[in-house]
């Protein structure tokens, strides 16, 4: 039984695998390159746990790096496009009006200064102002899973103030520099202009701007956002006035204002 069903499993995967394959095809004018990227991909769920290009290629049998280096980098596909089939391919499995888009940033930690958007600048990933790049994701999350939906690369300015550098690693002309918080509001966007089903938004404090807040109000989406402690903030109700800062506030309040509520089980069960 067991050796049957893992022989299954391995058909699954095969038969999606394909079907990834030929939903991307419209993206390369020619089959040879698509052929390339598909064995990008198989490359990439293969077992390897460090894949550099080399490591690619002789996984897909070329004696150099050069053929699965130009589909990255010399290429001409739209990566927006594929991003686009990536969020609706995840949504056929993940699709719920209940679902939560996740909004954060990672830090990819470099050497040197030539590759894009590479700055000293902090990331969470280090805990610290290291040099490194940074990228902006939007996660879908559902009770079916999750999966990432959206991504774009934050430029720092002194990236976006230097044209001469930024034409150097192909950035387009009309990139300009962009907070974090402008590039999450496009990618909320993006997400409503496509009739993403989501009911609120999620992200930590770098995110918690008007602008987002605003956006997602006239969208008629809630919103989790987390604040900084010194956040002023103002509410009326019949029964309650506060106003001041989010810590002065919190402080503040009675007891009875306060319910506790789980935030679902970690990787070693419930919280205490």
Same mark, same amino acid.
């Given at each position: 039984?067991?050796?049957?069903s893992? *022989?299954?499993?391995?058909?699954?995967?095969?038969?999606?695998?394909?079907?990834?394959?030929?939903r991307?095809?419209?993206?390369?004018?020619?089959?040879?390159?698509?052929?390339?990227?598909?064995?990008?991909?198989?490359?990439?769920?293969?077992?390897?746990? *460090?894949?550099?290009?080399?490591?690619?290629?002789e996984?897909?049998?070329?004696? +150099?790096?050069?053929?699965?280096?130009?589909?990255?980098?010399? *290429?001409?596909?739209?990566a927006?496009?594929?991003?686009?089939?990536?969020?609706?391919?995840?949504?056929?499995?993940? +699709?719920?009006?209940?679902?939560?888009?996740?909004?954060?940033?990672?830090?990819?930690?470099?050497?040197?200064?030539?590759?894009? +958007?590479?700055?000293r600048?902090?990331?969470?990933?280090?805990?610290?102002?290291?040099?490194?790049?940074?990228?902006?994701?939007? #996660?879908?999350?559902?009770?079916?899973?999750?999966?990432?939906?959206?991504?774009?690369?934050?430029?720092?300015?002194v /990236?976006?103030?230097?044209?001469?550098r930024?034409?150097?690693?192909?950035?387009?002309?009309?990139? +300009?520099?962009?907070?974090?918080?402008?590039?999450?509001?496009?990618?909320?966007?993006?997400?409503?202009?496509?009739?993403?089903?989501?009911?609120f938004?999620?992200?930590?404090?770098?995110?918690?701007?008007?602008?987002?807040?605003?956006?997602?109000?006239?969208?008629g989406?809630?919103?989790v956002?987390?604040?900084?402690?010194?956040?002023?903030?103002?509410?009326?109700?019949?029964?309650?006035?506060?106003?001041?800062?989010?810590?002065?506030?919190?402080? #503040?309040?009675?007891?009875?204002? /306060?319910? *506790?509520?789980?935030?679902g089980?970690?990787?070693?069960?419930?919280?205490?």
């Open positions: 039984m067991a050796g049957t893992f *022989r299954k499993t391995l058909e699954v995967c095969k038969a999606s695998l394909v079907d990834v394959k030929g991307i095809r419209p993206l390369f004018g020619q089959q040879r390159v698509a052929g390339c990227a598909g064995q990008y991909m198989d490359a990439l769920v293969g077992n390897e746990p *460090r894949m550099t290009g080399w490591m690619r290629a996984a897909a049998g070329d004696i +150099g790096p050069w053929r699965q280096q130009a589909i990255l980098g010399r *290429r001409d596909w739209d927006d496009e594929l991003r686009d089939i990536v969020r609706d391919y995840a949504l056929e499995t993940l +699709g719920d009006n209940d679902a939560v888009l996740v909004i954060d940033e990672t830090g990819f930690l470099k050497q040197g200064k030539a590759t894009c +958007g590479v700055a600048q902090y990331t969470g990933s280090a805990g610290k102002i290291t040099n490194c790049q940074i990228g902006v994701f939007a #996660s879908y999350v559902s009770r079916h899973g999750h999966a990432f939906i959206d991504r774009a690369l934050y430029l720092p300015q /990236w976006t103030d230097d044209p001469k930024m034409a150097a690693v192909y950035v387009p002309d009309d990139v +300009g520099f962009a907070t974090k918080p402008q590039i999450a509001r496009r990618m909320i966007a993006r997400a409503i202009d496509a009739n993403v089903p989501f009911s938004v999620a992200a930590d404090s770098v995110y918690s701007t008007g602008e987002i807040e605003t956006a997602l109000r006239k969208a989406k809630g919103y956002l987390g604040v900084a402690a010194n956040r002023a903030f103002n509410s009326w109700s019949e029964k309650l006035h506060v106003g001041g800062s989010a810590e002065t506030i919190a402080q #503040s309040l009675p007891k009875k204002a /306060w319910r *506790r509520l789980s935030a089980e970690g990787t070693k069960g419930a919280p205490l």
